[in-house]
Nanobody, 116 residues
Framework: EVQLVESGGGLAQPGGSLKLSCAAS????????MSWVRQAPGGELEWVAG???????GYTNSVKGRFTISRDDDKNTIFLQLNNLKPEDTAVYFC??????????RGQGTQVTVSS
């Protein structure tokens, strides 16, 4: 059974940092592209960042230069480093296999709240 378990969310002040983790089981993260997506209160799922099988990465414009996606192949885990956080980054963050926001397999999510 494929499972994705996110962790690392919490409360951060504007300008602060958090590091999210997504531990995978029943699945090898190097066998597919992986994404981080988020859903703000009352909003729709938004793609945030992706890492391809090759290791190359991509980001939505609003997080470029602030967020970094990475992968630890030995730990079968995906990470998202969030720096210089803004209140508009407040959302539930999910990791997702591939890029299909509607039907792709994703975890239960971790809450990120940015507030002073």
């Amino acid at each position: 059974e494929v499972q994705l378990v996110e962790s690392g969310g919490g409360l951060a002040q504007p300008g602060g940092s958090l590091k999210l983790s997504c531990a995978a089981s029943g699945f090898t993260v190097t066998s597919s592209a992986m994404s981080w997506v988020r859903q703000a209160p009352g909003g729709e799922l938004e793609w945030v960042a992706g890492i391809y099988k090759s290791g190359s990465t991509g980001y939505t414009n609003s997080v470029k230069g602030r967020f970094t996606i990475s992968r630890d192949d030995d730990k079968n885990t995906i990470f998202l480093q969030l720096n210089n956080l803004k209140p508009e980054d407040t959302a539930v963050y999910f990791c997702l296999i591939g890029f299909d926001l509607r039907d792709g397999i994703r975890g239960q999510g971790t809450q990120v709240t940015v507030s002073s």
